[in-house]
Nanobody, 120 residues
Framework: QVQLAESGGGSMQTGGSLRLSCAASVSIFSKSAMGWYRQAPGKQRELVAAITNGGSTNVADSVKGRFTISRDNAKNTVYLQMNSLKPEDTAVYYC??????????????WGQGTQVTVSS
């Protein structure tokens, strides 16, 4: 059973910082590209940042310079460091893992989501 367990969400004032963590099952982490998505009320889920298993990163323009994604392969964990938070960052943040399994089938898994609320 693949599991993605997110933690670190909460409430913060504008300008503050939070760090989200997502611990993944050992079986998939090392071969997966990992990502953070977010979904605000009434809006579609959008990619915030992603990191390949080789460490290459991609960050959405809306958070570039403020958010950083990283991974610790020894801990099977991906992080999202969020600085200079803005009210528009308020959303449920989801961890995502995707890749190709041993039978060459694509897979994607989602965490349960963690709420981030930024007040002005």
């Amino acid at each position: 059973q693949v599991q993605l367990a997110e933690s670190g969400g909460g409430s913060m004032q504008t300008g503050g910082s939070l760090r989200l963590s997502c611990a993944a099952s050992v079986s998939i982490f090392s071969k997966s590209a990992m990502g953070w998505y977010r979904q605000a009320p009434g809006k579609q889920r959008e990619l915030v940042a992603a990191i390949t298993n080789g460490g290459s990163t991609n960050v959405a323009d809306s958070v570039k310079g403020r958010f950083t994604i990283s991974r610790d392969n020894a801990k099977n964990t991906v992080y999202l460091q969020m600085n200079s938070l803005k009210p528009e960052d308020t959303a449920v943040y989801y961890c995502n893992a995707r890749g190709i399994d041993g039978q060459l089938r694509p897979y994607t898994y989602w965490g349960q989501g963690t709420q981030v609320t930024v007040s002005s």
